[in-house]
């Protein structure tokens, strides 16, 4: 009986050994993994995989979705496979600083630093141009390597093992195996019972466009800019050229939009934002300087014949579609750079997706079912994030890379409801919309696209902007009597003082009063998108304007908007008198503020 459990000991030792020492192509993996990874190793010493679950793309989604499924309750051995330096576009040194985290990193960082850094006062200072752009990329990648090492450390206490190197599949090894290509040309192939590619996205770019990453740039290739330029041209109207837009112009620059649309503001409503949200954020733009060319798209690119970011380039300006802009319009203009922030498409050209079943969209992007769940062969492949299209956001990405890791490791018995099982009246015309009583339910990209319940979106510029819900307009084209109500920041104490100038939109069902939708327009940071979610759960919880009204709000926040916002929705005329004493109010304080300046 002791040579037997000797003998089973022994087996035990070498197996385990097996598993930790890896020989694959010409390098040797050792697995160096914590306590935790251990355990769950002996636990799975039959498993004819590696690992139970691969992701591929070490962004925000696939980081989230291998913590997930390497933590409690489905502790599975999990491996993050990721090639950072395919791009470099976040590399400082050997350190990868868009290690979980959003496509739009670089530009929240250099938003935040625009802020905390008076480009003007160090300029009135005599600093050096060079010397004030390391300062404010020295900032920016402070914020972004402390990200980085926090996603670090959680992976490692997770026991999520981290590969790098760009993986795809191979021709013939089935959707169980991938190969990984590193940085020294060697390769390893690992197996995983589940794959869940998570790769995000790319920009779209253009045809003509001479891009360099020096002095042209997309939405990507941004994040290498070396100068501050003096002046920068961007072609675009929706979220990240607006946010980049008043991001340049903070930091001094000249800023010039060109845009497809003769109305700036149907740009911006396109994508879901309220009009007078949209009409804010316009108004704003040009107060603080930015030209908008409209109407217009770019033609030919002439660089200066120096190699430096002194000179201008001109850029032609045709009308939309092509041709001459009308007599009396700009013909050129002239910028020390160039961006184009047209939109992205999914990430997906280099993992031989056809070679395992996988379909691809018309955009690349990656078919799913409503499980996320591939039309991979052998059914082990499941997709995130941008890789299966709109609405390319990160908070909706996390929730489908979680969702997908549910799908695959929850057993029947233990899954949990996710819906609200609500139940709505046959004559409720709000509940003929996918998802109106059960936001958040599905995060599928099917869903998504036909459900402004599922998720809130945001536009990070300066003013903030935050929605979630139905506007007016889509209230009306859905069949609803639906009504508004505005409240002003100045109208609130906290937005006299500190913030005064915004707004926050309530709309609602007529006559019960059911919030369907809420819209926020603010000036600092966090004043939008905190505020959002409270909206978010008066939408889910089908609360109504009356409820805002006898609710109580803490005095001096900006909550106390939404019990306005309700007051002027049910009795608009005094909700007008108020804005307007309010509006006063402010203008007055403005003329005695620059006054004193004077």
């Known amino acids: 009986m002791k040579s037997t459990r000797y003998a089973s000991t022994i087996l035990t030792l070498v197996l385990y050994l097996s598993h930790a020492f890896t020989v694959s192509g010409f390098s040797i993996r050792v697995n160096n993994a914590n306590k935790l990874s251990q355990r769950k190793s002996f636990s799975c010493l039959a498993s004819k995989y590696d690992y139970d679950l691969a992701v591929v793309g070490g962004g925000v989604v696939g980081v989230q979705a291998a913590l997930a499924a390497a933590s409690a309750p489905y502790s599975k051995r999990v491996c993050l496979v990721d090639a950072p330096r395919e791009s470099g576009v976040l590399m400082n040194g050997d350190e990868d600083l868009s290690l979980g985290a959003p496509t739009g990193l670089f530009g929240k960082a250099l938003r935040d630093t625009s802020k905390r850094i008076k480009v003007s006062t160090l300029r009135g200072m005599g600093l050096r141009e060079d010397s004030i752009w390391n300062e404010i990329m020295s900032s920016c990648v402070d914020l972004a ?23 795809s599949f191979a021709d013939d090894g089935g959707s169980h195996s991938l190969f990984v290509s590193k940085s020294n040309f060697a390769v ?88 007078d949200v949209a009409a804010t954020l316009v108004a704003d733009m040009v107060r603080s300087g930015i030209k908008i060319e409209r109407g217009a798209q770019v033609g030919l690119f002439t660089m200066p014949p120096d190699d430096n970011n002194k000179a201008p380039i001109t850029i032609e300006l045709l009308a939309k579609g092509g041709g001459k802009r009308p007599q009396g319009l700009s013909t050129q203009i ?25 379909e691809l969209d018309e955009y690349g992007g990656i078919v799913v079912d409503s499980s996320l769940c591939s039309t991979a062969s052998l059914g082990n492949v499941y997709a995130a994030g ?67 319940f599922a998720v809130p979106c945001g536009i990070w510029s300066t003013p903030e ?33 500190f913030s005064p100038n915004g707004l926050l939109k309530i709309v609602f069902e007529k006559p019960a009063g059911r919030i369907l939708g809420v819209h926020i327009c603010g000036d600092d940071a966090w004043y939008g998108f905190e505020l959002i979610h409270y909206g978010m759960e ?15 709000f803490a005095a001096v926040t900006f909550h106390e908007m939404y019990r306005l916002a309700a007051e002027d929705g049910l009795d608009p005329a005094l909700g007008r008198k108020r804005r307007a004493a309010a509006g006063k109010a402010l203008a007055k304080r403005d003329r005695r503020i620059k006054a004193k300046e004077n």
């Open 145 to 167: 390597s402390s990200n980085a090492q926090d996603i670090s450390r959680q992976l490692n206490d997770a026991g999520v093992d981290y590969i790098e190197g760009l993986s």
């Open 465 to 497: 902007a935050a929605y979630f819900g139905l506007s007016l307009q889509q209230a009306k084209e859905s069949g609803i009597d639906a009504g508004e109500g505005i409240a002003l920041y100045a109208e609130c104490l906290r937005g006299r003082v």
């Open 386 to 452: 941008d890789v299966v299209g709109r609405p390319f956001l990160a908070s909706t990405g996390t929730a489908q890379g979680i969702a997908a890791v549910n799908a695959m490791f929850q057993s029947t018995s233990t899954k949990q409801e996710t819906t609200y099982n609500r139940e709505c009246a046959e004559d409720d015309a709000s509940c003929t919309i996918d998802g109106a009583s059960q936001a958040g339910a599905c995060f599928d990209p099917a869903s998504l696209a036909s459900n402004p």
């Open 188 to 275: 390893e192939t690992i197996s995983a019972d589940k794959i869940l590619i998570a790769t995000g996205s790319t920009p779209f770019r253009q045809g003509g466009v001479p891009f360099d990453a020096k002095r042209i740039f997309d939405s990507d290739s941004i994040n290498q800019l070396g100068y501050l330029p003096k002046s920068i041209a961007i072609t675009g109207s929706g979220i990240i050229a607006v946010e980049y837009a008043k991001i340049f112009r903070n930091l001094g620059a000249d800023v010039t939009m060109i845009i497809r649309d003769q109305i700036p503001r149907n740009a911006l409503m396109k994508i879901g934002l309220d009009k």
């Open 538 to 552: 008066l939408v889910n919880g089908r609360r109504t304007v009356l409820d805002l009204i006898t609710r109580l």
């Open 334 to 358: 002239k910028a020390h750079a160039y961006l184009a922030a047209v939109g992205r498409k999914p990430n997906t050209s280099k993992l031989n997706l056809p070679a395992v079943g996988i």
